[in-house]
């Protein structure tokens, strides 16, 4: 059974820093991305990952977040930087077999599997 579990959320000040986990259990994806949702927000994509280390971002966390993996420990991380307010959210990753973006990436219907969210409230 394949299993997603986000960690790394909590409280944090506005222009600090936080770094989110996502341990998969049983399988090792082509793919996988990280989303947040705001409340009263879609759910929006923030950072994409595939299996040959190319990387996309929304353009409102270019240049602050990082997503990286490490396949050993089957482990994906998005390293957040100079936060905002506006950054607070749940944050959720997502994974697919798949190990192209393709051109709808950042749609939140085209990704197969969802960890159950850690949240992350960064304050001014």
């Known amino acids: 059974q394949v299993q997603l579990l986000e960690s790394g959320g909590g409280s944090v000040q506005a222009g600090g820093s936080l770094r989110l986990s996502c341990l998969s259990s049983?399988?090792?994806?082509?793919?996988s991305c990280w989303f947040r949702q705001a409340p009263g927000k879609e759910r929006e994509a923030v950072a994409g990952?595939?299996?040959?280390?190319?990387?996309r971002y929304a353009n409102s966390v270019k240049g602050r977040f990082t997503i990286s993996q490490d396949n050993a420990k089957k482990t994906l991380y998005l390293q957040m930087d100079s936060l905002k307010p506006e950054d607070t959210a749940m944050y959720y990753c997502?994974?697919?077999?798949?190990?192209?973006?393709?051109?709808?990436?950042?749609?939140?219907?085209?990704?197969?599997?969802w960890g159950q969210g850690t949240q992350v409230t960064v304050s001014s």
């Open positions: 997502a994974a697919r077999p798949s190990g192209a973006f393709g051109t709808f990436w950042y749609l939140r219907s085209v990704w197969n599997y």
């Open positions: 990952i595939i299996s040959d280390g190319s990387t």
């Open positions: 049983g399988y090792t994806f082509g793919s």
